[in-house]
C-alpha cells in the first residue's frame, strides 16, 4: 500500500477528526479541574495547582473568565461561582463544539 492509497482511503481525515475531538476534550477537562480547584479552594502556591489554573485561564478564551465571565457574581464565594459557572460554560461549549468539528472532518459524515 503505497502513500496514494493511504491519503486516498479518508485515514487522514478520520485521525485529524479525533485529533480535534481530543484537543477539545482536554481544553474542556482542564476547565473542569480548574473549577474544581477553585471551588476546593486549592492552594495556588502549588505548582500543579498553579499550572493547571493557569491552563484553564488561557483556554478560556477571555468569552468564560473567571473575573469578566459570561456570568459575574459578588459578594460571598463569588470567585467560586465565577469559576464554576463560567468555566463550567466553557467547558460544555468546547465539548459541543469539538463533537461538531469532528463530525464536520470525519469521512462519511
Do not use: H
Amino acid at each position: 500500500m503505497g502513500i496514494k492509497d493511504r491519503l486516498s482511503s479518508g485515514s487522514w481525515r478520520t485521525r485529524v477528526a479525533q485529533l480535534l475531538w481530543t484537543l477539545c476534550v482536554l481544553a474542556a477537562l482542564v476547565l473542569a479541574v480548574g473549577a474544581l480547584l477553585v471551588a476546593i479552594d486549592a492552594n495556588e502556591d502549588n505548582g500543579l495547582v498553579s499550572l493547571v489554573l493557569s491552563a484553564a485561564d488561557a483556554v478560556d478564551l477571555g468569552v468564560f473568565s473567571r473575573e469578566n465571565g459570561i456570568r459575574e457574581f459578588s459578594g460571598e464565594s463569588a470567585e467560586t461561582k465565577n469559576a464554576l459557572v463560567n468555566w463550567g460554560l466553557g467547558a460544555v461549549v468546547y465539548l459541543l463544539v469539538g463533537r461538531l468539528l469532528e463530525r464536520v472532518v470525519r469521512p462519511g459524515a
